[in-house]
């Protein structure tokens, strides 16, 4: 991730010319033009079938929500206690200096590097890939033209309004990357950092890792105007609805689509918009004075703005760039972090050996302060051990920092506190965290969730294995209890689950997505479960 390079830049230094030619390109566009009739009449009854099973799922969790407010812990509940928390300490950094995170997902080929690109440089596209290659973090990902990893880019917007454009955009290597962030940061009165997910299926793993471990503020749905709304940006659709993430539509490529095309695809997101399952308001964004009662709409999660554009000709960017810069951050009413006055908790999300300076981490702060020299304690590891780290120095959008605070995404150079250990990139795993000692960390085996099934083709019963996703945790878990006999579609239950692998550090009251093939689920954590009660019930827990 290109956050976390930013200690020591270990992003490409050198990139190959994207193999796709201009030639596949137009075929692409081609076939995308001539898609059938009878396709597109399948492509809608599945459609409408997927939103009823959804809208199923959501009226159950929306019961299961009014049912067990109680049972929502202080640290994740919402805009109450949030805002109790606020008047208690008062801490939370300034608005214009949050880190406001926004994500980009869609079907592949919609135009989400591009536009990520275009925003952020201040250049255009030529409709085969240039703005794209100023995005991705890796050669293979020029050569296929296709974004496997997460990249992370920044926009800012100085104290008069303007946005800051680096002198050289055109730059790509580490170091210039490391030297234009500098100057973003220290040009910029608001910061933007945009998350360009994967819209490839191969890949949803990691795309939904972006939304569930980067938490980020906002969604942008990239959906190209010429093939309308696929198969992926469903799933996406999908996810981002679970995670209550609220989102609009970029309708890019209007540049090249017929108009015919562009109407009707416009038509049916208009129609996704107010479905019963995604439940509303459409609201096409076309002049300054749409701008604000959409900003209001959308903070709510209430209203879906819809955006027209090209990343080739210019034509709606400039209303797009307006809109994202008025975007309030939603830190504090996510219920994803706890105040700069709680105990220190860093999700770690990548893991660099830079040479000259050793182990750095980059990750997202839930919840308090660090500052250079601090000790917190790193794990679970393979083991379930927590041990002690120095924090040696910060960085934070790539640049030296002395102090990160909750909702930041920064990274840290560590060094072990362990007499004559040494931290190597293979002593860490996915999911480990570093927090304050305060909070006596623990790894957690076994947990209960109360889950609503989102999708399920049969049943789910005992011994049911699937993937679980919970902030930075991804780790495949089987079903040892049901509070039902069996769960079907849109079915609500307590069902208890336990790690295949590794114990995890999780929290009560975290959400939960579980996935296994088209197999969906949401859920919220509502119970740790401790070794002692584990080894009363006869699980090992090794
Ligand atoms: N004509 C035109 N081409 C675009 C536009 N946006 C993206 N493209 C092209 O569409 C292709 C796919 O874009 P990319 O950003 O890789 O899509 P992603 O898979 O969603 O990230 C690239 O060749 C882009 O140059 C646009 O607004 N107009
Ligand atoms: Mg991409």
Redo the contacts with the bound molecule.
Sequence with gaps: MSEGSGAGGSSPSKFNPPS?SAKD?EQSKGEDADKTQQDRKAEKLELKEKMRCAQRAKDAMKQADHEDDSTQTPSEDGDEEGAEQKGRDGLWIEDSVKDLKIATI??????????VGVLTKGLL????????SRVFNFSHEQEK???SSIAQEIMGFSSSGDQVIVDRPGAVTAQSRNSAWQQIVNESEKLVTFI?LC?HERYLKTTIFGLVGLCPDYAMI?VNANAGFQKMSREHLGIALALRIPFMFIV?????APANVYEENLNMLRKIAKSNAVKKQPVDIKEESDLEPAIKGLAADSLCPIFC????TGEGLPLLKRFIQSLPSRIEHSGLFRPPSAPTEHHIDSVFSVPGVGITVGGLMRAGVVRPNQQLLLGPDKSSKFTPVLVKSIHYKRVNSQQVESGQHCSFALRSLVKKEQLKKSSFRKGMVLVDAALQPKATWVFKAEVVILHHATTIRERYQAMIHCGIVRQCAFVINLSTDLLRTGDKAIVTFRFCFHGEYLNAGSTLLFREGRTKGIGRIVELVDEDSLQEWGIPIK
């Design positions: 796709r390109e869609g079907n592949v080929d919609s135009g989400k590097s591009t536009l596209d030529d409709g085969r890939g240039k703005a794209r033209g296709q974004t360009d819209g990239i890019t490529k209007i540049d090249i554009i090209s990343s080739v």
